[in-house]
């Protein structure tokens, strides 16, 4: 559980670093939800264990570990909407055809 906790707790300063850099023009909703997730994450890590040797069973950790993902895709879709739009490329000049070879007849 300590080695999930570090993982969690490195993944969110990062997250939190990447974000308090950064000015973002996406949709204030991810924002909201990476809000929503931080305080997810805060709750999960501190629920009460009823059992201390069955540790939720693995689904507290598990919870956590696609919270984090879910982060991540959340800056991935951001990054997405503040990227500048391609430039459409000059279509390449069609290539000629070389004639279809002949066969012997016979």
């Known amino acids: 559980m300590q080695r999930s906790a570090l993982l969690v ?4 300063a990062l997250a939190s670093a990447f974000f308090a850099g950064a000015a973002f023009a996406a ?4 924002d909201e939800a990476t809000a929503l997730i ?3 994450v805060a709750a999960l890590k501190a629920a009460q264990n009823p059992e201390p040797k069955k540790e939720f ?5 598990a919870a956590l ?3 984090l993902r879910a982060q991540g895709e959340i800056i ?3 990054q997405f909407a503040d990227a500048p739009a391609p430039t459409p490329k000059e279509p390449a000049p069609p290539a000629p055809k070389d004639p279809a070879p002949s066969t012997p007849k016979g």
């Open 9 to 12: 707790a490195g993944a969110l």
């Open 65 to 67: 570990e696609l919270l």
């Open 38 to 40: 931080t305080k997810a």
């Open 27 to 30: 949709d204030p909703k991810l």
């Open 76 to 78: 991935k879709a951001k």
């Open 57 to 61: 069973e693995g689904h507290r950790r």
